[in-house]
């Protein structure tokens, strides 16, 4: 399984029974009786050809009928093979399986096993998961923390001041959305797992390449199976096999020039009632850290160096004095932390390719547009994708025409998650030029000109705001809530896919009568606190 998300791997919290939590939406009840009837159609979604080493055709239980050639040219539904059974895998193969095409999803690993922390899901991907899936959405939302009806936004890594903040329900409920959520990482892909037949999820197979040849694609797995099928989706993550052989050897992760700590630790904040998650702004860092319930807090620390690094000593220590002059707040959270439990990886993203077809073959998820993850919208970009392809597959009438119905898939997507990815991106540079004060961390060249450093050590001490600081808040507020806008409620959705509706506090979530004053910044635009 392609492990996108970091975290602590002590956080598990105990699932709810299916049905808990947040009482049905009635007016998602005929959704969800189509859905079901639409399982039930197709009996079986895992009968494909299976070949072995030899190229001849293996006896089994999927062995498809000699005719099955012939009868998927006559019209009947496609068999769609999946490389990757992570989020979007899974989902796709949910929506397949719902459309009553047949399905196949190949994992690498054996069994899936907590990992990861907890991953957030904004309104977006919980939109897209309701097409996808009503009544599996609900349970997903039973099973997460709303953090989206609390304030969220940025604040200065020093002082711990306001520096931003974001409405993101206001959104949510103009375009009839849910609210954003967190939720275990291994809890939703147990979620996932469970709404697909038995057999359609192949864990230990994993497809290092592939071939095709008159409309029918042949995957080659690892322990030298070949497998037939009408279509292969490459759902295998950032270092995507079946991406690599699409494009080539030159095709390769971008380093984002940031590494990242991460961990879930035992702590609640005071305000956990208000405010969701927070971003503390540093010169080359940021500290994130959200709450996900259960008492507890999740938080990530970027810090710009080179990739490849190891910590030979205490990562925990090394955190600490990376961020040593930074607000309590995030020290209360480092030290708060197991110092086992923290993990540390270099982040990469993919440049926007404007290829995600090759004939029969697709990517989606983090194989077509990994993004760095300052959005939170790796995992909710995958759960678009999956509901926008399987629209377009199970339109196809024939094999015939599902390479057009893959490339209208790809035009679809391709300009959102590129401007999505854009945006994840942009965050992370900001904060390499971020400053509170003219004469912070100064440039490396001043030291090599006479006289300068002193001086501008000494035009630090007037504690003049920067400008870039100033320019950045009037920016933010002029535009950003637009950005946060598209970015969580920008997905497409046909009504006769989902009804409009927001779980709104005191019907499906706790109320939080947060004060409208507590949303607001105070001061003039630039200096705004």
Not at 152 to 178: C, I, Q, R
Request: hydrophobic letters at 35%; aromatic letters at 8%; glycine letters at 10%.
């Amino acid at each position: 399984m392609a492990q996108y998300g970091l975290g602590c791997r002590r956080f598990v919290p105990t699932r709810r029974p299916r049905g808990a939590g947040p009482s049905r939406l009635e007016t998602h009840a005929t959704l969800r009786k189509v859905a079901t009837q639409a399982r039930n159609v197709h009996a079986s979604t895992t009968d494909m050809p299976t070949l072995g080493t030899g190229g001849k055709v293996q006896a089994d239980e999927h062995a498809p009928p000699k005719n099955e050639e012939r009868d998927r040219r006559k019209g009947k539904a496609p068999h769609v093979l999946v490389a990757g059974g992570g989020i979007g895998g899974l989902c796709l193969a949910i929506a397949l399986q719902n459309r009553g095409v047949g399905v196949t999803v190949f994992e690498r690993v054996k069994e899936y096993r907590p990992f990861g922390g907890p991953i957030q899901l904004q309104s977006n991907a919980l939109g897209a998961l309701e097409a996808i899936d009503p009544e599996l959405a609900q349970d997903v939302i039973a099973n997460g923390v709303v953090t989206g009806d609390r304030i969220n936004g940025m604040l200065d890594g020093k002082s711990g001041e306001w520096y931003f903040k974001f409405n993101t329900k206001e959104p949510a409920v103009k375009h009839g959305l849910p609210l954003t959520i967190v939720i275990n990482r291994y809890t939703l892909l147990d979620l996932l797992t469970d709404r697909l037949q038995e057999g359609v999820v192949q864990t230990g197979k994993e497809v290092m390449a592939y071939s095709q040849k008159e409309g029918v694609v042949r995957a080659e797995l690892a322990d030298g199976t070949q497998v037939l099928g009408d279509a292969l989706i490459a759902c295998d993550g950032i270092h995507s096999k079946v991406r690599s052989q699409m494009k080539g050897e030159r095709d390769s992760p971008a380093y984002s020039g940031f590494t990242v700590y991460t961990s879930t630790c035992d702590y609640q904040p005071a305000d956990v009632e208000e405010v969701g998650y927070q971003v503390f702004l540093g010169y080359n860092k940021y500290f994130v850290s959200s709450d996900v319930g259960n008492g507890q807090a999740q938080w990530y620390a970027f810090h710009a160096e080179s990739a490849g690094g190891t910590d030979d000593g205490c990562m925990k220590q090394r955190v600490s004095e990376l961020f040593r002059e930074f607000c309590p707040a995030v020290h209360e959270r480092i030290e708060a932390t197991v110092a086992a439990d923290i993990e540390r990886r270099d982040i990469f993203d993919r440049v926007p390719t404007m290829s995600w077809v090759d004939g029969n073959v697709a990517l989606l998820g983090d194989a077509a547009h990994a993004m760095q993850p300052n959005l939170g919208q790796g995992g909710g970009q995958a759960i678009e994708d999956a509901f926008a392809l399987s629209q377009e597959i199970t339109r196809c009438h024939s094999i015939a025409v599902i390479p057009g119905a893959l490339r209208s898939y790809s035009y679809q997507r391709m300009g959102r998650a590129a401007t999505v990815a854009g945006l994840s991106r942009m965050a992370s540079f900001m904060t390499t030029t971020y400053r509170r004060y003219l004469g912070e961390n100064p440039h490396s060249f001043y030291k090599h000109v006479p006289g300068l450093l002193p001086l501008w050590e000494k035009v630090e001490t007037l504690k003049v705001p920067h400008p870039g600081r100033v320019i950045g808040q009037i920016a933010m507020m002029s535009s950003m809530q637009s950005i946060l806008e598209y970015v969580a409620t920008g997905v497409s959705l046909p009504p006769e896919d989902r009804i409009p509706y927001c779980q709104l506090p005191g019907v499906a979530v706790p109320r939080r009568d947060i004060p409208k004053i507590k949303w607001m910044l105070r001061g003039l635009p630039g200096f705004a606190k």
